[in-house]
């Protein structure tokens, strides 16, 4: 069993910068993990999805060059930059995380998830 917990979330400025933390455990079986956003009245989408064995993420169009995703083993801790913040970045974020490999990973498809944490960017 995975156990995933967000923070960081808040409110920003339009141009500003946040650092999400997405805390878990058993980080051995995880392959897998992703983060999503969801604002009110749209569907969860995909931000990015990274692999935990070759340390590399892809990111959705609307972030590119502006969010990146790290990862301190040590801490089990996943992070997601968010830089040159909007305010149709506004969402509840959430990480996600599976035992499967990325590639088999589609969409929202992931085995767990967190709980969230709120991001809004005011203009």
């Known amino acids: 069993q995975v156990q995933l917990v967000e923070s960081g979330g808040g409110p920003v400025q339009a141009g500003g910068s946040l650092r999400l933390s997405c805390a878990y455990t058993?980080?051995?079986?995880?392959?897998?993990m992703g983060w999503f956003r969801q604002a009110p009245g749209k569907e969860r989408e995909g931000v990015a999805k990274f692999s935990t064995g070759l340390g590399s993420a892809d990111y959705a169009d609307s972030v590119k060059g502006r969010f990146f995703v790290s990862q301190d083993n040590a801490k089990r801790t996943l992070y997601l930059q968010m830089n040159s913040l909007k305010p149709e970045d506004s969402a509840m974020y959430y990480c996600a995380a599976d035992e499967r490999f990325c590639a088999v990973v589609a969409g929202r498809g992931y085995a767990y998830w967190g709980r969230g944490t709120q991001v809004t960017v005011s203009s």
């Open positions: 058993n980080s051995v079986s995880i392959r897998c």
